[in-house]
């Protein structure tokens, strides 16, 4: 039996194969035998999905994504009839539309599918379409999966009889002409355009004759375009914001940037190259200045003399030329480095392997954990244990780091709830006091905070923090002080940043040490170290092989009394993402390591006092990775999801 699945993972399906026994069947088995009732396939473009038929009857043909290139499955559907064939290949274009485009596939048109089908090339002389000569097996005849994934070597597979869409050539200019937006142009300068070519892994230039504008459609919400002309004729238009993933090299005079499309990636990315130093600089002292009078919704002409100066440095060159800062014999070093300490990282911790994956004492309460519609939503590495906490909904999960460089389930926080015993679901929480405290918010109550004796397990105390200021974010006071027993902390609201000392009475709120933004600040984070602002981006080429948008979860360091601190970590989407501080510092900004996991990565971060090890909470799954298993991002590295198994400790293998 074929069926499409849904995934935890939002817009991502699976076709599922799976063993139907007859009558009686399924008894004669023993439980020692090793079946194959189940095979799953992630729906992409890579499994080149398409129908076909075999001796009178429908069938269905998909790459071997783990085999080699010619390698396919075949699933004979004896007895569908064309409507249901028609409706389960209409199902699998619709879960591909989902993936592809990363939305709902109710209001895709009969056209838009149509063009994610996959068409295969003409059969060889002497072969069967869609099969082996040696594939002869009717359904009627299987009893296995196996029989039913009649496993093949494809070099020509056929389609089925019925006519395939018509294809359109490639298209030497955009598919749909945009609008450019009337409004008021604040610059124009001369330039080439590229877009980049997946299948060259380049990026490909459309002409060297370009006008690149910037139009300011709004006026009053200080809305942006960037437009490019071809003989004055629009050939894009893309609203200006800090989503655009911007990108600048000085060293080429070239703007990056990636923008929603209708590829099969659901981005586009995209390259203005400068004929001059002084257009180049032009440009983009222009895109700064529009973004930053779109994020803060004030001109640039009312900034601060402070805050100009930021944004400034903010948008500062991202690749600024450090030949003698970042010598060759660098990468010599840290391949040396790697020999010397051998293989210590790339080994599967023992008590998180698939075959070591027994009954535990604590199995059972690890898989009431992952139990219910509930995913992760955060974690808290321990700062004086070897403790992590995860969250889940109302339940706190509590994991324990072991000698083998693993995590396993300890516990479980069950129902948070209130001193008035009213349940909540925190949205934010950190470690507080020494790790004997967890301070927790309540969504639907923004104006209090809530205090969790860990060791007792529940919420011992509610703090007013104020009647009229809402708290969006909390942080510890410094760097360390969630290692020592201090009360106080740092909150903000969206155009605040404030104290909280639980011991005073009445509302919690430090008076005194209270500063407010008139400007739209739209605080979304908050950290006690200020640094000369640099901002770390991924390469627009890199954002369009993870086929997704750019969504960044709070970066951190590494961090320790004793340790120097030499990387950043952050996740977005799928993937890990770490940076070498030391580079940064010297002004290299697009050197990163990246892995990619086959579930959405919801936070992560060093265990105190560590430089190696990555505690990662993943939606359904929480596990420890070494900073080595991290690669350097290629078209490989960020199409092949790691793939991870959960143990009945409920800590996770590679």
């Known amino acids: 039996m074929a069926t499409v699945r849904r995934t935890t993972v939002e817009f991502n399906y699976q076709l599922v194969v799976t ?99 996959y ?95 910037i139009i300011l459609a709004d006026h009053g919400n200080f809305n942006y375009f960037i437009v490019v002309l071809d003989e004055g004729s629009p050939w894009l238009a893309h609203e200006l914001t800090s989503q655009l993933n911007c990108k600048w090299s000085k060293k080429y005079t070239s703007f990056r940037w990636n923008y929603p499309s209708n590829s099969e990636f659901g981005l586009s990315a995209w390259c203005l190259r400068f004929k001059t130093d002084e257009a180049y600089e032009e440009f983009k002292d222009m895109v700064g200045r529009c973004l930053w009078e779109n994020n803060n919704g004030v001109s640039w002409e009312s900034a601060k003399k402070e805050d100009a100066a930021y944004a400034e440095q903010a948008y500062n060159d991202q690749d600024v030329e450090m030949a003698d800062a970042y010598p060759e014999s660098e990468d010599e070093e840290e391949a040396v480095e790697d020999a010397l300490q051998g293989d210590e990282s790339d080994g599967e911790p023992s008590n998180l392997r698939e ?113 009229d200021i809402p708290v969006s974010q909390i942080a510890p006071d410094s760097k360390f002080a969630p290692t020592q027993p201090g009360q106080t902390l740092v909150g903000t609201s969206h155009n605040a940043i404030f104290r909280i000392d639980p011991r005073l009475s009445g509302n919690k709120l430090v008076d005194s040490e209270w500063k407010q933004y008139t400007t739209k600040a739209a605080f979304s984070a908050v950290t006690t170290t200020e640094e000369v602002p640099k901002r770390l981006q991924l390469k627009p080429e890199h954002v369009l092989y993870m086929r997704s948008e750019v969504s960044f979860t709070p970066a951190r360091f590494n961090i320790g009394p004793d340790l120097e601190e030499n990387s950043i970590i952050t996740s977005s989407g799928n993937y890990v993402i770490a940076w070498d501080f030391k580079k940064i510092k010297q002004g290299i900004l697009d050197k990163y390591e990246i892995k990619q996991y086959d579930d959405k990565v919801v936070q992560d971060e060093f265990r105190f006092a560590n430089d190696k090890d990555i505690v990662v909470a993943l939606q359904n799954n929480v596990l420890m990775v070494n900073k080595k298993k991290l690669k350097k991002p290629t078209r490989a590295s960020l199409a092949t999801p790691a793939r991870v198994t959960r143990s009945s400790r409920g800590g996770a293998a590679e």
């Open 19 to 117: 063993r139907v026994y007859e009558e009686g069947e399924e008894a004669l088995l023993e439980e020692e035998d090793e079946t194959d009732d189940e095979r799953v396939f992630l729906i992409s473009s890579e499994l080149q999905f398409h129908s076909s038929s075999f001796d009178g009857q429908p069938t269905f043909i998909w790459r071997d994504t783990e085999g080699d290139e010619d390698e396919h499955y075949e699933f004979v559907a004896a007895g569908c009839d064309e409507p249901t064939r028609v409706f389960f290949e209409s199902s699998v274009l619709q879960a591909l539309y989902e993936r592809t485009y990363q939305k709902s596939a109710e209001k895709a048109k009969t056209a838009d599918l149509k063009k994610l089908m």
């Open 355 to 467: 075959e070591d994956s027994e009954e535990e004492s604590d199995s059972e309460e690890a898989k009431r954990f992952y139990e219910g519609r509930e995913v992760n939503t955060g974690l808290a590495s321990g700062y004086r244990g070897d403790r992590t906490f995860v969250m889940r909904g109302q339940r706190i999960g509590v994991f324990r780091h072991n000698e083998d460089g693993g995590v396993e389930h300890a516990g479980t926080i069950n129902k948070i709830q209130t001193p008035k015993g009213k349940a909540f679901t925190p949205s934010k929480f950190m470690l507080h006091q020494a790790d004997s405290a967890m301070v927790l918010n309540d969504p639907k109550n923004p104006h209090s905070l809530y205090r969790m004796d860990l060791e007792a397990g529940k919420v011992v105390e509610e703090w007013k923090v104020h009647d």
């Open 119 to 213: 068409i295969p090339p003409a059969p060889t002389p002497g072969s069967r379409p869609g099969a082996s000569p040696t594939n002869t097996r009717s359904a009627a005849a299987t009893r296995d999966v196996a029989d039913q994934l009649a496993r093949t070597s494809i070099s020509s597979p056929q389609p089925s009889s019925s006519p395939p869409p018509e294809v359109m050539p490639p298209p030497q200019q955009p598919v749909e002409t945009p609008t450019a937006p009337a409004g008021t142009c604040v610059i124009s300068l001369e330039a080439e355009l590229l877009e980049f070519d997946y299948e060259a892994d380049a990026f490909r230039s459309e002409g060297d004759h370009f006008d690149a504008q």
